[in-house]
């Protein structure tokens, strides 16, 4: 049974691995994101409180990178010191953006 549950969790991405040629950035990008659902917590936005997706901080070279964060486009900014802020960039993601956008 378990042998089958890691065959269907993988199905969906050696289906995206060979369904375009691959190059090095691809793999990169789904390796990410593959990480990002398996590891990472998720995250809502800080205006409506939508769920946006999972994400996966990773320090790197002195940056802080947020893998899984391209899937949505958001923006991620430092709520604190050690606390981020995520938000729907587009106002048809958002409800709170669409009511700030109707008022002006």
Do not use: Y
Not at 45 to 68: A, H, K, N, Q, T
């Amino acid at each position: 049974m378990q042998k089958l549950a890691t065959i269907r969790f993988l199905r969906p991405w050696v289906q995206r691995l060979t369904a375009h040629p691959l190059d090095l950035a691809r793999l990169v990008r789904i390796g990410k994101r593959a990480v990002a659902s398996a590891f990472g917590g998720s995250v809502r936005c800080d205006l409506c409180g939508r769920r946006i997706g999972r994400v996966f901080p990773v320090v790197w070279r002195g940056r802080l990178e947020v893998w899984g964060a391209d899937a949505a486009l958001v923006q991620v900014e430092f709520e604190e010191r050690n606390a981020l802020r995520f938000r729907h960039v587009l106002a048809e993601n958002c409800p709170a953006l669409r009511k700030h956008e109707s008022r002006s």
